[in-house]
């Protein structure tokens, strides 16, 4: 099964979901501003990324801008950053089979789930 982490404002993330549903038959779509991830789940997804919660982070938001930027943060501090700020996780994320990427550009997707010809 394939579960993409969607933000329904972000065109990169509509463009990975479209590709999803012209070649997947199933997938889970978590659109995670509204449905943010538990602690637990955003540690799990870390790892199927093999980031570093600050890794994970647009440092292009201006709520990171304003707020984070100047900061040394523990890897804790920072997950607990995005849980309370989910604007601020990467998107689209696209998970399969345990393994996750962040799903730009549109052909690391296409890769990853092996589109149909």
């Not at 889970?28 to 982070?57: F, H, M, R, S, W």
């Not at 890897?75 to 998970?95: F, H, K, N, S, T």
């Amino acid at each position: 099964m394939i579960k993409i982490y969607h933000n329904i404002n972000c065109s990169k993330s509509c463009n990975v979901l479209e590709l999803l549903k012209q070649q997947c038959a199933e997938f889970e779509i978590q659109e995670y501003l509204n449905d943010v991830p538990t602690k637990a789940q955003l540690i799990e997804l870390l790892g199927q990324l093999g980031l570093t919660p600050k890794e994970l982070i647009r440092k292009g938001e201006s709520v990171f801008q304003e707020k984070f930027q100047n900061l040394e943060l523990t890897d804790e501090q920072w997950i607990d950053v995005l849980l309370a700020y989910p604007i601020l996780i990467e998107r689209p994320i696209v998970v399969r089979d345990g393994v996750a990427i962040i799903g730009r550009p549109i052909e690391k997707v296409v890769e990853f789930i092996g589109v149909k010809s």
